[in-house]
């Protein structure tokens, strides 16, 4: 990477990574909290956790494309005003209701896509993925933080102060786009960067990249859902004291993230990806399970989150790998786009649900339903096709018309390792995933 590439990557990584910081850090006390406010009920507790997922997930995608047309850093900038606008609103509740208006309002700031939009705008062809991997990477690190941070903030301002720092920390981001994210010369559609309204038919199609879509929204609908009720046991039917959580959710992030590297490299390296993948999906549902029929101690409930977490991990970090593996090299931005609102949309199922679960049967059942959503998962998951192992690449040529693209594209299919070539004549682009064991660059015309 040049050092632009490194200061565009590293920067927007730091804006995404504190925004969802903000979101995340409310999931381990909110369920704490929430009994002081007026008009409250379990229901109304999972819907006020879950509900930026629902804005977010309508609004990312049409506020990409529309940073196609005023720009990308009006409508990231715009995003996290609203996302401040949505924390102070919560900040200052104390009314259940006015809190879930808050949480609907952060989830409108929906700016994920047009930061990768920008990110591909600031990058060269050759160098996107990288950028956008970091991305990926700084959230899974800001949710690890905020189950540090949430506990440990909780006791020292509460949570109307944690929605106070996310105000300013949107702020700080604000000024980090303005003056620190570089601006770039020109902003054009990247197809492997956001989604392309024309592709929307050819991805909502394909059963395998569907397949993975339901794959991120249970995941996170379990997720979520047992965050509705989590921070409850630990607290009532274990006795550990709210400002406490954290050094459990320490050791158990901790613990879990060391124990699923022999698998990533099992799915890699060895070849057992489908199996790894499935028997992730089971022992996710293993630890649901162990949660509803285990009478909750601190070490139960420490070892059947570790495993939790573990599967979560491991799930978390393959999804979207297979999701670039299974999508046409030139509809990778669409099927993300897909991908990531089914996400939100998980976050916010998981909290409707949970709540409504709870308030019905109470807590232990919201384990109970999150194991039988994962087990419901495990049907879909098994008729899954392993993708084959491909690396992609990005190519400027030189083609005029559709009939030079066509040839093209059979030029480049004839090379060595090249299993798939999309040629975008518009965008003189070739889109390749290529078998790197058999790969050689040199030969490409």
Not at 165 to 175: S, V
């Amino acid at each position: 990477m040049t050092r632009q590439e490194r200061r565009t990557a590293l920067s927007l990584a730091g804006v995404y990574a504190l925004r969802m910081l903000g979101l995340f850090m409310i999931l381990p006390v909110f369920a704490l909290y929430a009994g002081d406010l007026q008009g409250v009920t379990p229901a109304l507790t999972g819907l006020a956790i879950g509900v930026y997922g629902i804005t977010q997930a309508l609004l990312q995608i049409p506020a990409g494309l529309l940073s196609d047309h005023i720009g990308r850093k009006p409508v990231i900038i715009g995003g996290l005003l609203v996302f401040a606008c949505g924390s102070v609103v919560a900040a200052q509740a104390d009314s259940i209701y006015i809190v879930i208006l808050g949480r609907a309002l952060q989830g409108a700031g929906a700016i994920a896509a047009a930061i990768m939009a920008l990110t591909a705008d600031l990058t060269r062809e050759t160098q996107r993925i990288k950028a956008m991997a970091l991305i990926g990477m700084s959230i899974g690190l800001s949710f690890a933080a905020a189950m540090i941070l949430g506990p440990l903030l909780n006791e020292w301002v509460g949570v109307p102060g944690i929605f106070w720092i996310t105000a300013l920390l949107a702020l700080g981001g604000i000024l980090v786009v303005a003056f620190i994210v570089p601006r770039p010369r020109v902003s054009t559609v990247h197809r492997e960067a956001e989604a392309v309204p024309a592709q929307f038919g050819q991805v909502l199609r394909n059963p395998e990249l569907l397949r993975l879509d339901v794959g991120i929204l249970v995941l996170h609908t379990v997720l979520t859902a047992s965050f509705v009720v989590l921070p409850l046991v630990l607290r009532d039917a274990i006795g550990l004291a709210a400002a406490e959580h954290w050094k459990l959710y320490l050791p158990v992030l901790a613990g879990s993230v060391l124990a699923m590297l022999p698998f990533i490299l099992l799915a890699g390296r060895g070849g057992l990806l489908k199996p790894v993948f499935l028997g992730a999906i089971i022992v996710l549902a293993l630890a649901e399970f162990g949660l509803y029929l285990i009478s909750p101690t601190l070490t139960s409930v420490v070892v059947l989150l570790i495993v939790f977490f573990t599967a979560f991990n491991l799930l978390e970090a393959m999804l979207p790998s297979l999701v670039s593996r299974v999508a046409p090299g030139d509809c990778r931005g669409t099927a993300m786009g897909f991908y990531s609102s089914a996400q939100f949309f998980g976050a916010f199922l998981g909290g409707l649900l949970g709540g409504l679960v709870q308030g019905r049967f109470g807590l232990p059942a919201v384990f109970l339903f999150a194991a039988l959503a994962v087990v419901v998962w495990l049907v879909l998951a098994v008729p899954m096709k392993p993708p084959r192992k491909l690396s992609s690449y990005i190519y400027k040529v030189e083609v005029a018309d559709p009939d030079g693209a066509d040839r093209l594209a059979r030029e480049l299919s004839g090379v060595a390792g090249v299993a798939e070539v999309v040629v975008v004549p518009e965008d003189g682009l070739a889109y390749l995933k290529v078998d790197k064991r058999d790969f050689d660059e040199n030969l490409l015309p």
